[in-house]
């Protein structure tokens, strides 16, 4: 069975790779290439992933670059199309929730491909956010439906999908985690930043919603100066954040302030500082997740989350908006200890991509 995976963007890698390596487990049964289209091509959100993660280098990169969702999902459609009609994979396996995930599955869809992917049925009902779009679409037309959390079944139901389709494993971006627990439990890379394992709190904001106007984005800039007051912050900025932060002419009243930014961090080290946090202010999708299965506390800026088992079971608590007064309030209690103490979810526990291959193996082989 050829299996063709396809990764875009910061969050895909993370998912892939435990997957590849699954599948490259069994080279008997399967043949598994990875496409990358190029949707963050830097060194900073994308090759440090690669070789940290341990990915090969992949079949196709495509360079699709930046543009309008309209431009990057056209060009990833075209120069898809051909590599899937020579290659003939007999699954085409897309991740998440970014364009090119959709972009892929439209196009394996359209040319007899099975889809299957992984992190579906998830759903925030906010139909303003583009990867809400993606998740819809992608479902509607996918033949394997692997679920994280158990709202997927639910929102799938609803949706029509048949039953048979869906496949509740687990979460991909949890097994690599827990595949690094090791090379992510040391507090001495927190030295480079002069921050102590608990002493500081983590901040990353990149959604469109928070950081694409300017009220957002001073209300950010508020928050950080109050909190700074009683922990070091520690902010990776995403490019997006940069780029609007520049743009409205709001960087140096950041950078003035006592706060420790940095470019996007590599993984390990991201997870790390994780790790070793007191508590992690975002609006992340991801990170929602992540500090679920590690237990550290998570304040997430959106109204609604596609994933509501970290709010359920997990450490996480929504914070509608940018709101500076309430922000406080409640980092103060979580730095009092009133933090959620949080489980972690069913199936979390870093096997979700061998369950993923053997259901494929079952399916095809049968
Ligand atoms: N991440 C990282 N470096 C950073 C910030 C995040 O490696 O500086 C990782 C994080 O651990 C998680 C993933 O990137 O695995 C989340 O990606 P992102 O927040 O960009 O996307 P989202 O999950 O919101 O779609």
Request: hydrophobic share 40%; proline share 5%; aromatic share 8%.
């Amino acid at each position: 069975m050829k299996i063709i995976s396809i990764v875009g963007a910061r969050p895909n890698f993370m998912k892939v790779a435990p997957i590849h390596r699954a599948f490259n487990r069994t080279p008997d049964k399967i043949i598994s290439k990875i496409i990358h289209t190029g949707q963050h091509f830097d060194e900073k959100m994308s090759q440090i992933f690669f070789d940290e993660l341990e990915l090969p280098v992949p079949d196709y990169f495509l360079g699709v670059g930046q543009g309008t969702h309209t431009e990057v999902t056209a060009r990833i459609m075209l120069d898809l199309e051909p590599i899937f009609q020579n290659e003939k994979p007999d699954l085409v396996l897309v991740v998440g929730d970014v364009t090119s995930t959709f972009a892929a599955a439209i196009v394996a869809q359209r040319n007899g491909i099975k889809v299957a992917h992984v992190e579906a049925g998830l759903r925030s009902f906010d139909r303003g956010m583009p990867e809400e779009i993606n998740r819809l679409l992608t479902d509607q037309i996918s033949d394997y439906l692997f679920i994280t959390e158990e709202s997927g079944m639910i929102n799938l139901a609803k949706e029509n999908i048949p039953q048979e389709k869906i496949f509740f494993v687990g979460n991909c971006m949890i097994d690599s985690l827990a595949y690094y627990t090791d090379k992510t439990s040391n507090t001495q890379h927190l030295a480079k930043y002069g921050i102590e394992s608990k002493d500081y709190i983590i901040m990353t904001m990149h959604r469109p919603s928070n950081v694409d106007h300017e009220q957002g984005l001073i209300n950010i800039i508020s928050i950080i100066k109050e909190i700074g007051k009683r922990k070091k912050i520690v902010f990776p900025v995403h490019p997006r954040t940069s780029n609007k932060l520049e743009s409205m002419g709001l960087m140096e009243e950041l950078k003035s302030l006592n706060i420790i930014l940095t470019e996007p961090l590599a993984y390990l080290e991201f997870v790390t500082l994780m790790r070793y946090s007191s508590l992690i202010l975002t609006d992340s999708g991801g990170v929602q997740e992540e500090t679920t299965y590690l237990g550290i506390p998570c304040v997430t800026f959106r109204k609604t989350t596609e994933r509501p088992v970290t709010v359920d079971l997990g450490t996480n608590i929504l914070m509608d908006d940018l709101n500076v007064e309430k922000t406080i309030q409640t980092v103060n209690s979580i730095l009092d200890g009133h933090g959620k103490k949080g489980t972690i979810p069913p199936y979390w526990d870093g096997n979700a991509a061998i369950r993923i291959r053997d259901i494929l193996i079952q399916e095809f082989y049968s």
